[in-house]
C-alpha cells in the first residue's frame, strides 16, 4: 500500500517527522519498507500560460510559443503537436531539472531561440498522467508562474507500507489516519466535514436493487446524471499515479481516489446501459457467463456471486465490473456500487478465476460495512466539485451494522500474565486512542467495544496485542524461561545425523543440501521405470519448472546432477558428496499416504583429468567407498555386508545390495557406464544410499576381551570358481576351523598365470589363538592340518 | 721403572690417534685387539708387570688398569657415535620432501544450513527444548487449518504453497508440527522443529526450498519475557555476541500477540547507510514469533484456560547467511564444491 504523507495530513495532524512516524509505524506492526520522495530530481518548472503560439518559420514541424511565466515572457520551440493558445503548461526554464536528471537550457531551433521548454508529464517523471500525446496540459485557470512540484502534490513523501491481512482497515488513508491517531501520542484526527449532504430522491424509472444472497449485506447504489467524461484534475491524476494506480477518466478516478480514502470499493456502471431496470445481487448459475472489464469472458459456478440486471451479469461482485456496461466516453448517467460482500466468496472468486484487484484484495481482507454509505457521499462531493456530473441521490439496500459490533473483555491478570503489567488504565487509554470504547469497568476486568472498522479483534488476547504493539515491547523485560521439567534432548535422529556427518567429513565427503523436487527426465535417464516403487515419483500440481516438478523417490539423481554440474563448471579431481534428507514414497498404509524415508546417499567420483604424485593409491573404487559405508554403519555400532545385487543405474557387475542382519537397506554401486556417458562423466562414478531408520536407534559401542596369550599363525590358499564370493570361502573356513581360530583375514587374490581360466586363488592368514593359555606348535598344526582336510572334502582344491 | 711408565702415555696417545682415524665397527674392533686383546699392547704390558721389582708392581698394575678402563670407554664412546653416524647416513639419504601434497583423503565438509542447525539444536536444547519432527509433504489441516488459516484466509497469500498432485503440500513452514506435538505429547512442552520448508518462490535471497526452526514453549503462565529470552539467548550464542534486538508488532494467524525479532546488523551494526546487508536499516529480520493463539492450543488438544505458550519461526539459512557472510541462498542447493569447500584449496 503506497501511502501520501500528504494525503494522510489531509486528516490527521501530528508534528512527527517522516522518519519517526515510520519507525513508529513499523515498531507498531505496520512495517515501512520504503520512503520515496516523487520525481525527486525534477526541479525549478513553474506553470505558464501559452499567449501566442505560432508555427515555426522555417520548420514546419516546429511551434514557437509565447508564453507567460508568471515573472515574464518567454519564447519556447516545441514540437509537440497538442498546444493551444492559452492553455496552462508546465514550464522548465533554463537551468530547472527533469526528472531524469537532464538540466534545460537555451537551444536554438533554426534561428529561434527557445528560452527553455514546455514538459510533457514523462518528463515531469509521470508517464501515467499524461491524458494525451505531448505537454502536458495544466487545469484551465491555473495562474501562471507556480511551483510545479508544489501545484501537481509533488513535495510529498509516499511510503510504501506492508499491511498485514488482518488489518484490511489500514488499506485506506482514512484507516491509516485512524491507525496514526492511535499510535501517536500527541496526534489528533482531523474531523472531515462529511463532504455531500445526504441527497434527495430517487429518479427515473429505475426499480431499485434486490439482494437474493447472504453473501451480499449491504448494498448501495448513488445516482448521478450530466456526466461529463474527462481526465481528471491533474492533481487528483498525480495523487493517483502516486498510490500506485492508473488514471483512467474523471468517473473512474474517482471512484479510485474514493476507494484508496475510505478503504470501500466502489464501482461506476454506465446507466443507460443496464440490461435491466433493477439491480439484483445473486449466486450465479454454473455455466454462467460474463465478459469481465479486462476482455476476458468468465465462466461462472454457484461458488461465484454476480450483480446483475434484467438477469444479465453486469459484474462479478467484489471483484470485477462487466465491459458490456463499462463507463464510455459518451456516458451520460451512472450508477456507482457501494457494497459489502462476504469475504471467503470475493477472494475464492479471485483466486478461482485468478482476477485479483484492487476491489477484491480489499474484500477479502473484509470492509467496514460503516464505510458504504459515506463513500457513496465522498464521491458525490468529488464529482460535483470536478463538475463531472450531478449527484441525485442514492438507495441503501440492506444493514450498515452496528458502529460497534461486539464487545470483548480484557482481564487484569491476563495483562499480568502476558505483559506482566497490572496498568489496566495504561490498556485502556492505548484501546481508547485506537478507537475502542469502554463498556465496562471492574477492578479485575474491563470490558471494551470494539469499533466496526476492527474485525480482525474478537478475543481477549487480540486486545492484548493493541495494548502491547502501542505500549511497546521493549517494557517487557528478557529472562529465561523457569521450571524446567525435563532436559532438552537432541534425540537419536539428531545424533544419528551427526555421527554420520562426523564420519563422512572425516572420510573427506563434502555435505551437500539438493532440492526434494527433481526432474522426471533424471528417473528416465536412471532407468527408474515401470514396476520400480521409485518410479512412481509424486508429481507437484504446480511446479516451478520440469526439472523441478517431481518429489524425489531417490538422492540418488540430486547426487548425480551435482557431481555433473561441478564437473561441467570447471572442477577437476576427486569429488565425494554425502547428504542426509528425505525421499518420498507413496505409501497407503501410512497417515498421509506417503512415506518420508530420511536417508543418507554418497557419491564419488575421481573427478576429471587429476594425476597426483600417489597415482591409483589416492583414486577412489568400489572398495574405498564400502570402507566408507561400513564405517557410516560401524559408527553407529553396526556391521552391514555387501551381496551382489541389481540396480537399474549399477554396473551390471559392480553392484551391490547393503545388508544389515540380512536385510536390504541400500545399495552401493558404480553407476552403469551407458548413463556415466549420458551425465559426461568422465570417470567412474561411484554411489551409495541407505535407509537411515535403522541407524537412528544404533547399537551402543562394544568392547572385547583383550589378548591374553599369543597367537599362532598358518596360512591357506584356495583354489575356487571365480563366482563364489570370497566371503562365502571365507565362512567355509571358519565353519570347518577349530574353535581356536580366533581371526581370518584375507590377504591375496590372484588370477592369471598358473590358475585355470574361470578361477581364482584366494589366500588367507588365520591366527590361532586361546583365551586359557599359549597355545604350542603341535596343537596348532594338528588343528590346521584337520581345517585343511575338512576344506578339501567339501571340494576346494587347496594350493 | 720409569721405562715401563713411559709407555703408558706412548700408548694412549697411539691409541687415540688411531681411535681418531677409525671409521668403520670392524676397524674399531682391530683396535680394541690390538690393545686390548689377548696379544695387544696393553695385555703384554699387564703380562710384564711380573719383571719389575715387587715395590714397583702396585702403582704399575694400578697405572696399567686405569689406562685399560679409559681405552675402553673411548672405544665405547667411539663405536656408539659411529653406529649414530651410520644411521643418520642412512635417514639422509631417505629424506623426503615434506612439502609434497599428503595422501589419503582430505577433511570433507559440512553444508552451511546443517552447520547452523547444528549449533542452534545444541542452544536450544540447552534451554530445555526438545527436537521434533514432522513430514514434509503435509495436509491442508495441520500446514492451514489447525494453524488457525481457514480456506480461503488471505494469510494464505502470504505464503506461495506448493501443491502435490495427490492432494497433500510442501509445508511453506515447520509450524505443522506444534500442532502434530501437541496431539502426541501434550502440555507442558517444550520444542524445537529444525527441518525443510517450501515456498514457491526463487530469486537470490529467496530459494523454493530453505529450512526453519520453529519453536514451541507451552506451560502455565508464560509470558512475553521468556519468549525475548529464548530468543535473545540464541541471537547471543549463535552470532557469539551480544547483539542490539528490537520488537516489531507483527501479524501471524498461529499467534496473538505476533511480533517480530530484528537484530542490529552483524555486518554493518548500524553504521552503513548504504549496507548490502541491512539495506542501510540496521536491523535484520531474525524471527517471527508470538504467544500460540488459542486455536492452536485447542488443535492440539490443549485447554487454553490452562495453558499457554509461546512460538516462533526462524530461517536457518538466512541466518547461516548472516554468520558466513553469504548472499546468494540459491547456491546453497546447487552442490557447488568450490562454495561448500570455501573455493576448494582443501581438496586435492
Known amino acids: 500500500m503506497k501511502m501520501s504523507l500528504n494525503w494522510l495530513r489531509e486528516f490527521v495532524e501530528t508534528d512527527l517527522e517522516p522518519e519517526s512516524l515510520a519507525r513508529r509505524l513499523t515498531e507498531t506492526g505496520t512495517e515501512v519498507e520504503g520512503m520515496e520522495k516523487p520525481c525527486s530530481r525534477f526541479s525549478g518548472a513553474v506553470s505558464a500560460r501559452i499567449e501566442k503560439l505560432e508555427i515555426h518559420p522555417k520548420r514546419k514541424d516546429l511551434y514557437v510559443a509565447e508564453i507567460d511565466t508568471g515573472t515574464g515572457r518567454a519564447v519556447c520551440v516545441s514540437a509537440a503537436s497538442n498546444l493551444e493558445l492559452h492553455s496552462c503548461v508546465p514550464y522548465g526554464p533554463p537551468g530547472s531539472v527533469l526528472a531524469d536528471g537532464t538540466k534545460i537550457g537555451k537551444r536554438e531551433f533554426d534561428g529561434i531561440k527557445s528560452e527553455g521548454m514546455m514538459l510533457s508529464a514523462e518528463e515531469i517523471g509521470l508517464p501515467d498522467v499524461a491524458d494525451e500525446f505531448g505537454i502536458l496540459k495544466l487545469d484551465p485557470g491555473t495562474p501562471p508562474g507556480m511551483d510545479i512540484r508544489k501545484l501537481l502534490g509533488l513535495d510529498d513523501l509516499v511510503f510504501d507500507l506492508s499491511i498485514t491481512p488482518n488489518r484490511g482497515d489500514l488499506l485506506s488513508i482514512r484507516g491509516l489516519a485512524v491507525e496514526v491517531a492511535g499510535i501517536v501520542p500527541g496526534s489528533r484526527l482531523l474531523q472531515t466535514k462529511e463532504t455531500f449532504p445526504s441527497v434527495g430522491d430517487w429518479l427515473g424509472d429505475f426499480e431499485g436493487v434486490r439482494l437474493e444472497d447472504p453473501d451480499c449485506s449491504l448494498y448501495v447504489l448513488g445516482y448521478a446524471d450530466s456526466v461529463s467524461i474527462r481526465p481528471s484534475p491533474v492533481s487528483s491524476r498525480v495523487r493517483l499515479c502516486l498510490s500506485g494506480m492508473r488514471p483512467v477518466s474523471n468517473i473512474v478516478d474517482a471512484t479510485n481516489l474514493v476507494m484508496l480514502s475510505t478503504g470501500q470499493p466502489l464501482h461506476a456502471f454506465d446507466a443507460d446501459l443496464l440490461p435491466g431496470k433493477e439491480i439484483t445481487v445473486r449466486s450465479a448459475r454454473d455455466g454462467e457467463t460474463i465478459v469481465t472489464l479486462d476482455g476476458k469472458e468468465r465462466s461462472l459456478t454457484a461458488e461465484d456471486l454476480l450483480i446483475t440486471s434484467g438477469g444479465v451479469p453486469i459484474a462479478l461482485a467484489g471483484v470485477m465490473g462487466g465491459l458490456h456496461t463499462e463507463i464510455n466516453e459518451s456516458t451520460r448517467v451512472i450508477l456507482i456500487e457501494s457494497a459489502n460482500f462476504d469475504s471467503i466468496r470475493v477472494s475464492r472468486t479471485s483466486r478461482r478465476l485468478s482476477l485479483p484487484s484492487e476491489a477484491s484484495y480489499r474484500y477479502a481482507r473484509i470492509v467496514d460495512p460503516q464505510k458504504a454509505k459515506p463513500a457513496v457521499c465522498e464521491i458525490f462531493g468529488l464529482l460535483s466539485s470536478w463538475k463531472a456530473a450531478r449527484p441525485l441521490g442514492m438507495v441503501v439496500e440492506g444493514s450498515e451494522g452496528e458502529k460497534f459490533p461486539k464487545t470483548v473483555p480484557l482481564e487484569k491478570k491476563t495483562l499480568e500474565k502476558i505483559l506482566l503489567t497490572d496498568d489496566q488504565e495504561m490498556a485502556s487509554r492505548i484501546l481508547k486512542r485506537l478507537g475502542f470504547e469502554e463498556a465496562t469497568v471492574l477492578k479485575s476486568r474491563r470490558v471494551y467495544r470494539v469499533p466496526s472498522y476492527r474485525p480482525d479483534v474478537s478475543i481477549e488476547e487480540d486486545l492484548v496485542e493493541e495494548v502491547a504493539r502501542v505500549w511497546g515491547y521493549d517494557k517487557i523485560p528478557s529472562r529465561l524461561p523457569l521450571g524446567t521439567r525435563e532436559p532438552g534432548d537432541r534425540t537419536d535422529r539428531i545424533r544419528c545425523k551427526e555421527a554420520l556427518r562426523g564420519v563422512a567429513m572425516a572420510r573427506g565427503y563434502v555435505e551437500v543440501v539438493t532440492y526434494s523436487f527433481i526432474s522426471p527426465e533424471m528417473l528416465d535417464k536412471m532407468g527408474v521405470v515401470g514396476a520400480d516403487p521409485r518410479a512412481r515419483a509424486l508429481p507437484l500440481a504446480n511446479p516451478i519448472s520440469r526439472d523441478q516438478s517431481v518429489m524425489r523417490t531417490l538422492l540418488a539423481p540430486g547426487l548425480l546432477k551435482a557431481v555433473e554440474s561441478n564437473l561441467r563448471s570447471g572442477w577437476r579431481g576427486p569429488i565425494r558428496l554425502f547428504e542426509m534428507g528425505a525421499v518420498f514414497l507413496e505409501d497407503p498404509a501410512t497417515e498421509l499416504g506417503v512415506k518420508e524415508n530420511l536417508c543418507i546417499g554418497g557419491v564419488a567420483c575421481p573427478g576429471r583429468d587429476y594425476p597426483s604424485p600417489w597415482g591409483k593409491e589416492a583414486v577412489d573404487d568400489f572398495f574405498s567407498v564400502k570402507g566408507d559405508v561400513e564405517a557410516l554403519a560401524a559408527s553407529r555400532g553396526l556391521d552391514v555386508r555387501m551381496v551382489s545385487h541389481e540396480e537399474p543405474f549399477g554396473h551390471a557387475g559392480q553392484t551391490a545390495a547393503i545388508l544389515l542382519e540380512g536385510d536390504a537397506i541400500g545399495y552401493l554401486c558404480r553407476i552403469k557406464p551407458s548413463l556415466q556417458e549420458k551425465l559426461s562423466i568422465p570417470e567412474p562414478v561411484y554411489l551409495f544410499e541407505i535407509d537411515m531408520e535403522p541407524f537412528i536407534k544404533g547399537e551402543p559401542a562394544r568392547f572385547g576381551e583383550p589378548f591374553r596369550f599369543p597367537a599362532v599363525f598358518r596360512d591357506i590358499s584356495l583354489l575356487v570358481e571365480k563366482e563364489i564370493p570370497s566371503e562365502a570361502v571365507a565362512w567355509d573356513i571358519r565353519k570347518e576351523a577349530a574353535e581356536t581360530l580366533s581371526e581370518l583375514r584375507l590377504f591375496d587374490v590372484y588370477e592369471g598365470e598358473g590358475i585355470p581360466a574361470g578361477k581364482r586363488s584366494l589366500a588367507f592368514s588365520l591366527a590361532y589363538r586361546s583365551a586359557e593359555r599359549t597355545l604350542r606348535d603341535d596343537e596348532v598344526d594338528e588343528a590346521h592340518e584337520r581345517l585343511r582336510e575338512n576344506l578339501s572334502r567339501k571340494g576346494y582344491i587347496l594350493r | ?348
Open chain 2, 1 to 348: 721403572m720409569s721405562d715401563f711408565l713411559d709407555k703408558v702415555p706412548e700408548l694412549k696417545n697411539d691409541f687415540i690417534e688411531r681411535l681418531k682415524k677409525a671409521k668403520t665397527p670392524e676397524e674399531l674392533q682391530s683396535i680394541r685387539v690390538g690393545f686390548l686383546g689377548k696379544k695387544g699392547k696393553v695385555t703384554q704390558l699387564l703380562k710384564s708387570i711380573g719383571g719389575l721389582p715387587e715395590t714397583m708392581r702396585p702403582e704399575a698394575g694400578q697405572r696399567l688398569n686405569v689406562l685399560r678402563r679409559e681405552m675402553e670407554a673411548l672405544l665405547e664412546e667411539r663405536k656408539t657415535s659411529l653406529e649414530a653416524e651410520t644411521f643418520l647416513k642412512k635417514e639422509r639419504q631417505e629424506k623426503i620432501d615434506v612439502t609434497l601434497p599428503s595422501r589419503g583423503r582430505p577433511w570433507g565438509g559440512c553444508h552451511p544450513v546443517e552447520q547452523v542447525t547444528h549449533e542452534a539444536v545444541e542452544i536450544f536444547a540447552s534451554l530445555g527444548f526438545t527436537v521434533a519432527f514432522g513430514p514434509e509433504m503435509e495436509n491442508d489441516y495441520y500446514n492451514f487449518e489447525a494453524l488457525n488459516i481457514p480456506p480461503h484466509h488471505p494469510a494464505r497469500d502470504m505464503q506461495d504453497t506448493f501443491y502435490v498432485e495427490n492432494g497433500l503440500l510442501l509445508r511453506t513452514h515447520t509450524s505443522p508440527v506444534e500442532v502434530r506435538a501437541l496431539r502426541r505429547w501434550g502440555a507442558p512442552i517444550r520444542i524445537i522443529v529444525p527441518g525443510k520448508v517450501y515456498r514457491r518462490d526463487n530469486d537470490p535471497t529467496h530459494s523454493p526450498m530453505f529450512h526453519q526452526l520453529e519453536g514451541l514453549l507451552v506451560d502455565e503462565n508464560v509470558s512475553v519475557a521468556e519468549l525475548k529470552g529464548c530468543l535473545e539467548a540464541f541471537v547471543g550464542r549463535i552470532f557469539g555476541r551480544t547483539l542490539d534486538v528490537r520488537y516489531r508488532a507483527s501479524y501471524f494467524p498461529f499467534t496473538e500477540p505476533s511480533l517480530e525479532m530484528d537484530v542490529e546488523c552483524v555486518a554493518c551494526g548500524g553504521e552503513n547507510q548504504d549496507c548490502r546487508i541491512c539495506k542501510g536499516t540496521g536491523w535484520l529480520e531474525i524471527a517471527g514469533s508470538g504467544m500460540s493463539h488459542p486455536n492452536v492450543l485447542v488443535a492440539g488438544g490443549v485447554d487454553p484456560s490452562k495453558y499457554n505458550g509461546f512460538a516462533w519461526g526462524m530461517g536457518l539459512d538466512r541466518i547461516a547467511m548472516l554468520k558466513y557472510g553469504l548472499d546468494d541462498l540459491r547456491i546453497f542447493f546447487e552442490g557447488d564444491l568450490p562454495f561448500l569447500t570455501g573455493g576448494g584449496q582443501s581438496l586435492r
